[in-house]
């Protein structure tokens, strides 16, 4: 057998434990996202690979990730499709300060050096450095949860491209990539946001946000970055500077291809 490759964790095989934390990031990104009839099921399409994806990342039942993943099916199959939208809205609200914000520009404080315009900017620059164009007809800032787990899940759909095909460099730059993303951005505030998730007591949305931040923190401890503090401040509502909606990027999406599901 030929020497691990760096960068990978200590499942059966290195192309499948990528896949499925691709799977688990696309649930995410699809659950999180605005959910019209349309999109709700598309997420719950996903629910059956990722119990597979959960199975293959945390074989122990009681292991955060695992456990998770199954208060999302218990969750979702007690919430239909075609009643998420009343919750959402309900939750998050049509602006992006609801009870929990779905936009990593809504959290930090002011005195942390950076405004909200250098963080977009930073974040559509992580996109674009892998190809990854924009869509106008998606109406979502580049710091949406939706967005950035979508990110992610292109990443580890790369390292698993890479690990089948025994390419050590590009996993070593996927991985590399997936800690800089996570330390920078998602890692920073998904935890606060889970929080937050947790108490609106909503069970489907409480549940997705509790398997966010389980696949968060296990990509921190694999990739050595340190997650966020889960009582990170929001931002004022009013702080919303000219420059973040003159983003580029502002109102587009990123289109990674959906993984398929852990063999």
Request: aromatic share 8%; net charge negative; proline share 7%.
């Amino acid at each position: 057998m030929s020497e691990p490759l760096p960068g990978l964790r200590d499942f059966e095989s290195a192309e499948e434990q990528a896949l499925a934390r691709a799977v688990v990031y696309r649930f995410c990104g699809a659950a999180l996202r605005h959910p019209d009839l349309a999109s709700a099921r598309a997420a719950d399409a996903l629910l059956e690979p990722l119990a597979a994806a959960a199975a293959a990342l945390a074989p122990d039942a009681s292991a955060p990730l695992a456990t998770a993943a199954t208060r999302v099916r218990t969750a979702a199959a007690a919430l239909p499709a075609d009643r998420r939208e009343a919750r959402f809205v309900a939750i998050f609200g049509h602006g992006v300060q609801g009870d929990a914000p779905a936009y990593e520009c809504q959290y930090g404080e002011l005195d942390q050096g950076v405004y909200k315009g250098h963080e977009l900017a930073d974040i559509g620059a992580f996109y674009r450095a892998y190809g990854l164009a924009p869509r106008a007809e998606v109406h979502e800032r580049v710091d949406h949860v939706g967005l950035e787990c979508e990110f992610l899940a292109f990443l580890a759909q790369k390292e698993a491209y890479a690990a089948a095909r025994g390419d050590a460099a590009l996993v070593a730059d996927s991985a590399d990539t997936q800690r800089k993303f996570l330390a920078d951005h998602l890692a920073r505030w998904v935890p606060a946001f889970a929080e937050r998730l947790a108490d609106t007591g909503d069970g489907y949305y409480a549940a997705v946000g509790g398997l966010l931040r389980a696949a968060v923190e296990a990509d921190c401890a694999a990739l050595d970055a340190d997650p966020g503090s889960p009582r990170l401040a929001l931002r004022p509502v009013d702080f919303a500077p000219e420059d973040c909606w003159n983003c580029p990027m502002a109102t587009s999406a990123c289109d990674p291809a959906v993984p398929e599901a852990p063999g």
